[in-house]
């Protein structure tokens, strides 16, 4: 009888130390593997690199982030997210057009007509986090948005014509850019100012801001207006965010919606950093092709057309779903 009580004791304390040592007051701080989607110290990594150290200092003794790098130079940046769903590393921060090949359907992210937080109220990002969890992946937050996108040229056009012109592109841009008739090429950013220097290409697409000031010597025109949205997005493997206590995943949603809220495009702050941004390229030459009227409608309206006509065709119904809850 006494041997069955202490038997019994025993299982009870076993299992208070092991609720005790699960408790956020006895949690060990854990460490994740991030990996960039864009070289360390790049314009366009700095955001991802803040976000990592906004975690690190507020989740102090609960979770840290260490950079393991950034591409190309661990790889190539349209198979970060891919390596990340397989385990390769735990958190990626990544735009959205390089891993298309992971999730076609993540384009919706792109052609938002919506602040981030509406699509948090309407279901437009619970159906996308239903969608990448069969990928093994998290959708965290947007981490930062560099604006809209524009076609960048060393060679003047006149309206949205584009025959004749061979582009630097990534998969965000192709389905437009082709459609109004330029050959493409695919490569990645640290390509662009060689190829535009020795003629490969004689334009690129690129955000308004997020933008590498050496790019000024090879580069005479902005298109306006811009087009699509140029955001960043942190995206988290499955498996390591269903091990992370709730305190630790706490944190992590914390920070992301906190980043996501301060890079919304149409902040005052955001605003003015735009205006500074085209005053710099003014200032050394820059020139603006502005697309009116007619022009203006074809240019935005294609871009529209084109780039969900690609979703849908590659995921009918979850594209056709998305449309309606990321566009008015």
């Not at 499955?238 to 301060?262: D, P």
């Amino acid at each position: 009888m006494m041997k069955s009580v202490k038997m019994v004791l025993g299982a009870i304390l076993a299992a208070l130390m092991m609720t005790s040592l699960n408790s956020p007051a006895f949690a060990k701080e854990i460490t994740l593997n991030g990996a960039g989607c864009f070289p360390v110290g790049h314009p366009v990594s700095k955001p991802w690199e803040a976000f990592i150290d906004a975690v690190n200092e507020q989740g102090k003794g609960v979770i840290q982030i260490k950079l393991i790098g950034g591409a190309p130079a661990i790889g190539s940046p349209f198979t970060l997210v891919q390596k990340m769903s397989k385990g390769a590393y735990d958190i990626v921060g990544c735009t959205e057009g390089y891993f298309g090949n992971v999730l076609i359907e993540g384009a919706a992210l792109r052609f938002s007509e919506y602040p981030y937080s509406e699509l948090r109220k309407n279901g437009g990002i619970d159906y996308l986090q239903k969608l990448f969890a069969k990928k093994n992946i998290h959708y965290l937050a947007r981490y930062h948005d560099f604006g809209p996108f524009h076609l960048w040229l060393n060679k003047k056009v006149d309206r949205p014509d584009l025959r004749g012109l061979h582009l630097r592109i990534s998969p965000i841009y192709k389905a437009l850019f082709t459609s109004l008739g330029a050959t493409v090429q695919r490569s990645n950013s640290a390509q662009v100012y060689t190829y535009m220097e020795n003629g490969t290409v004689q334009g690129y697409g690129w955000p308004a801001l997020g933008w590498v000031p050496s790019w000024i010597k090879v580069t005479k025109y902005r298109v306006e207006p811009g087009f699509y949205n140029s955001g960043l997005h942190n995206v988290i493997n499955l498996k390591t965010w269903k091990s992370l206590n709730s305190e630790q995943q706490a944190l992590l949603t914390k920070v992301g919606l906190e980043f996501e809220a301060k890079s919304e495009s149409s902040t005052p702050a955001f605003q003015a950093t735009l205006k500074k941004q085209k005053d710099w390229m003014a200032s050394k030459g820059m020139q603006t092709i502005n697309f009116t009227g007619a022009d203006r409608k074809k240019w935005l309206s294609t871009a529209v057309r084109e780039g969900w006509a690609e979703v849908i065709e590659l995921s009918p119904e979850h594209g056709k779903a998305l449309k309606e809850l990321f566009t008015k």
